[in-house]
């Protein structure tokens, strides 16, 4: 199964903890996400925010990257994406990569 490291960042004008309006789509996509992500069979591993530097990163285990471009199409996804800008990147574990090594 893919593994997808997300990184959003926004600029500091645009912090959920200071705009309300981003922070009312911030918990809207918040109340939905779970739902969003079982909808696509996609398993959040983890997620992390770097508060000085408005970033979040997140890391995702989807189905196929198929699924997560279906997620991140969700509506309340696209709504983060206004004031977010999202870059995702597709990864391997370490053993996955030992394994592809020239014997």
Avoid: Q
Avoid at 3 to 23: D, S
């Amino acid at each position: 199964m893919p593994i997808l490291i997300m990184f959003g960042r926004h600029h500091a004008e645009n912090c959920p903890m200071f705009n309300e309006k981003t922070r009312k789509t911030i918990m809207k996509f918040a109340e939905k996400r779970g739902r969003l992500l079982k909808k696509h069979g996609i398993k959040e591993l983890g997620s992390w925010t770097v508060m000085g530097e408005h970033l979040a990163v997140m890391v995702y285990e989807a189905p196929s990257l198929d699924a997560f471009e279906k997620f991140s199409m969700e509506p309340e996804f696209l709504a983060v994406n206004a004031f977010e800008t999202v870059e995702v990147k597709l990864a391997v574990s370490n053993e996955e990569v030992a394994k592809m090594l020239p014997k």
